[in-house]
């Protein structure tokens, strides 16, 4: 009987493990947007007064810091939410994963700037990370007028030689750029340029707008010069590089472009999608 009753217990215990084992890809699955929704699972749906989702990617553009000309060749992924008032929409970060892909994007001609002839230790490579709290404006967006997004960033650069510290703007003393759907105007010797809110798609009964082909601008910022590249030889490495692309380069003399397609839905079109 003893014996009997041990085999039982065993037997529920390894039941109930593959019984869990079982059940685990459906409880990972629970409690995720689906869908039309399913971009939106990072929406940070537990915070007080978020009502929009918001989910962009930048699949082109680029980014020219003095001399420095560097195409967007690799996606670069926002998300997050807002709370939107009558006077205000205050951007809310994610509640997992980054509010900003730090997505490394491939300089041409690597290091040297001679195309063709890139090599592992001339490979080159930036980065923008956020810097500083995102802030969002569909209204501005949809209107292509003023700040549609700004966006405080830190361009990280990448080659071996440089280490893992150089970076162009601080968490303290970011890169602001303030991009626009609409038309800027930028100190001499930029031009104006334009951007536009992309073709205009309402689903779902409204609950989801699309974006698409969108472009956001902006090419009146400054850069600072790099600091932390190199290690040691930092003194000798940073003036090399402040040579080679103008840096510091005031405003007037750089641009931010990114296009991609950019979706705002319901917080609560988004949590019935589960």
């Avoid at 041990?6 to 629970?30: E, G, R």
């Avoid at 800027?184 to 082909?213: A, H, R, W």
Wanted: with cysteine; hydrophobic share 40%.
């Amino acid at each position: 009987m003893r014996r009997a009753r041990k085999h039982a217990t065993a037997l529920t215990a390894i039941l109930s493990v593959a019984l869990a084992v079982l059940l685990a890809p459906a409880a990972a699955l629970a409690g995720k947007p689906k869908g039309e929704y399913a971009v939106f699972s990072a929406c940070p749906l537990g915070t007080a007064g978020v009502t929009q989702c918001v989910y962009a990617q930048f699949t082109g553009g680029e980014l020219t810091l003095g001399s420095l000309h560097v195409p967007i060749g690799h996606t670069i992924t926002m998300q997050g939410g807002l709370i939107v008032s009558e006077t205000s929409e205050t951007f809310v970060n994610p509640t997992e994963g980054q509010t900003l892909s730090p997505t490394a994007q491939e300089v041409p001609g690597g290091l040297l700037g001679l195309p063709g002839h890139e090599s592992e230790s001339s490979a080159f490579s930036i980065a923008m990370e956020l810097a500083g709290s995102v802030s969002l404006s569909r209204g501005n967006l949809a209107g292509e007028t003023g700040t549609a997004l700004k966006l405080p960033v830190r361009v990280h650069l990448k080659n071996v030689f440089l280490g893992e510290a150089c970076f162009i703007g601080t968490t303290t003393a970011p890169v602001t750029l303030n991009l626009t759907t609409g038309a800027t105007s930028p100190p001499k010797p930029n031009l104006p340029i334009k951007g536009s809110k992309g073709e205009f798609e309402s689903k779902e009964g409204g609950n989801l707008v699309v974006y698409k082909n969108d472009s956001l601008v902006e090419n009146a910022f400054s850069s600072p010069a790099p600091k932390g590249c190199g290690g040691a030889q930092e003194s000798l490495i940073v003036p090399v590089l402040n040579s080679k692309y103008g840096w510091p380069s005031a405003a007037g003399k750089n641009t931010a472009v990114l296009k991609g397609t950019s979706k705002f839905a319901s917080a609560a079109a988004v949590k019935a999608s589960e």
